[in-house]
């Protein structure tokens, strides 16, 4: 768990050092939080989820991003065993749908029109993805 | 067991300081994010002299407004932290004159309008954000344009044909914003994907990260069309 909460460190502070500048960064949070989904439990999922919400909400009120940024790691960790003995399978289909789902749901409208950056954005969150694998197979080793 | 309801207590916890206790977000990410707060007169100082560029640039379709008699400086609390929005929580909202559709300006240039108020905050989405659409005109001749928002805004709609240098001044002409607030300049045109019009890149003289104070033109009610 202990490990689990120095990624989503480094997680936060790179998405708000420098996202929105272009390298990529905006959904850092996101995407480490549906990788450690594949080998955390529920609960575990939901503490970090809500205490990154808590860091990252903008405004007073709730939005959908915040209930995104929550909900769907928690889905992810609930149908983690849908792949059994097949952990890459699993990972990349949680990220896939995951990342996808959160561009659908908190904004539609942007997903009307594929503009370059938001090519970009999703292809770094892959990237991200990638360098997140090495860690949470280690966690999900560890963890058995 | 014990373990769980260890989480299950501290995801109670955390719920509840999120709900009771957003601000402490908003001062951690403005800790990592760093940046010096501008103060009121450097700001009014910087608005004064960039109308003198401008006047010295001798654009005749229009006047620059004088500065806004009925204007409120606000501090900016928070950026929206994810991608392809761009949104900023100012510490003003609806108890302290804010409204919906007022426009808001850096420097003296237009940089969005407030999308929602809350008792003591509001939020604006800026020409940053990639939903962001204003109808505008360059330069001396009054160039129609429509510039789109994003990490990068562009002038897309420019007629073919139309004469846009490099360096003439953009300004607002939408019917929701006051006519003629600044808002950049052409950086370098191009053709349009369909052929059909002019696109051109736009250069911003500031980033959204150095954006701590702006000013809201509480007087401006957007007309209702």
Same mark, same amino acid.
């Given at each position: 768990?202990?490990?689990? $909460?120095?990624?989503?460190?480094?997680?936060?502070? =790179?998405?708000?050092?420098?996202?929105?500048?272009?390298?990529?960064?905006?959904?850092?949070? #996101?995407?480490?939080?549906?990788?450690?989904?594949?080998?955390?439990? $529920?609960?575990?999922? &939901?503490?970090?989820? $809500? *205490?990154?919400?808590?860091?990252?909400?903008?405004?007073?009120?709730?939005?959908?991003?915040?209930?995104?940024?929550?909900?769907?790691?928690?889905?992810?960790?609930?149908?983690?065993? &849908?792949? !059994?003995? #097949?952990?890459?399978?699993?990972?990349?289909?949680?990220?896939? #749908?995951?990342?996808?789902?959160?561009?659908?749901?908190?904004?539609?409208? *942007?997903? &009307?029109?594929?503009? !370059?950056? #938001?090519?970009?954005?999703?292809?770094?969150?892959?990237?991200?993805?990638?360098?997140?694998?090495? !860690?949470?197979? *280690? =966690?999900?080793?560890?963890?058995? | 067991? @014990?373990?769980?309801?260890?989480?299950? +207590?501290?995801?109670?916890?955390?719920?509840?300081?999120?709900?009771?206790?957003?601000?402490?977000? +908003?001062?951690?990410?403005?800790? %990592?994010?760093?940046?010096?707060?501008?103060?009121?007169?450097?700001?009014?100082?910087?608005?004064?002299?960039?109308?003198?560029?401008?006047?010295?640039?001798? %654009?005749?379709?229009?006047?620059?407004?004088? +500065?806004?008699?009925?204007?409120?400086?606000?501090?900016?609390? @928070?950026?929206?932290? +994810?991608?392809?929005?761009?949104?900023?929580?100012?510490?003003?909202?609806?108890?302290?004159?804010?409204?919906?559709?007022?426009?808001?300006?850096?420097?003296?240039?237009?940089?969005?309008?407030?999308?929602?108020?809350?008792?003591?905050?509001?939020?604006?989405?800026? %020409?940053?954000?990639?939903?962001?659409?204003?109808?505008?005109?360059?330069?001396?001749?009054?160039?129609?344009?429509?510039?789109?928002?994003?990490?990068?805004?562009?002038?897309?709609?420019?007629?073919?044909?139309?004469? %846009?240098?490099?360096?003439?001044?953009?300004?607002?002409?939408?019917?929701?914003?006051?006519?003629?607030?600044?808002?950049?300049?052409?950086?370098?045109?191009?053709?349009?994907?369909?052929?059909?019009?002019?696109?051109?890149?736009?250069?911003?003289?500031?980033?959204?990260?150095?954006?701590?104070?702006?000013?809201?033109?509480?007087?401006?009610? @957007?007309?209702?069309?």
């Amino acid at each position: 768990m202990l490990a689990a $909460v120095f990624l989503c460190v480094i997680a936060f502070l =790179l998405q708000v050092r420098f996202g929105g500048s272009g390298f990529g960064f905006e959904n850092t949070v #996101l995407v480490t939080l549906i990788a450690l989904a594949c080998v955390l439990d $529920v609960l575990q999922i &939901t503490l970090l989820g $809500v *205490i990154a919400a808590w860091f990252l909400n903008w405004q007073p009120g709730v939005s959908a991003e915040i209930v995104l940024l929550v909900m769907i790691p928690v889905l992810v960790s609930l149908l983690k065993g &849908t792949f !059994p003995g #097949l952990f890459l399978v699993g990972y990349w289909a949680a990220v896939i #749908l995951g990342v996808g789902l959160w561009y659908v749901v908190a904004d539609f409208r *942007i997903m &009307t029109e594929v503009s !370059p950056a #938001l090519v970009r954005e999703i292809a770094l969150s892959f990237i991200w993805a990638s360098v997140c694998i090495v !860690p949470i197979r *280690i =966690l999900a080793r560890d963890s058995r | 067991m @014990s373990g769980k309801y260890l989480l299950g +207590f501290l995801t109670v916890i955390a719920v509840l300081l999120a709900a009771l206790q957003p601000g402490f977000g +908003f001062w951690v990410r403005e800790g %990592i994010q760093g940046g010096a707060t501008v103060s009121a007169d450097e700001l009014r100082s910087e608005n004064a002299a960039l109308k003198a560029q401008l006047a010295r640039r001798e %654009i005749a379709q229009y006047q620059l407004p004088d +500065f806004p008699k009925k204007a409120t400086l606000v501090e900016v609390y @928070s950026r929206y932290p +994810f991608g392809l929005k761009s949104e900023l929580l100012v510490n003003a909202g609806e108890k302290d004159g804010m409204r919906v559709g007022q426009p808001a300006l850096f420097h003296g240039m237009f940089v969005g309008v407030i999308t929602r108020v809350f008792d003591h905050a509001a939020t604006i989405e800026t %020409i940053f954000d990639a939903r962001a659409k204003y109808a505008v005109r360059v330069g001396k001749k009054g160039v129609d344009a429509l510039l789109e928002g994003g990490n990068e805004p562009h002038l897309t709609l420019i007629a073919n044909g139309a004469e %846009i240098e490099s360096g003439a001044a953009i300004y607002s002409a939408a019917p929701s914003v006051p006519y003629g607030l600044a808002i950049g300049a052409v950086k370098e045109g191009r053709a349009g994907r369909s052929g059909l019009f002019q696109e051109s890149t736009v250069t911003i003289p500031y980033g959204i990260g150095e954006i701590r104070v702006l000013e809201i033109m509480t007087e401006y009610a @957007s007309p209702s069309l």
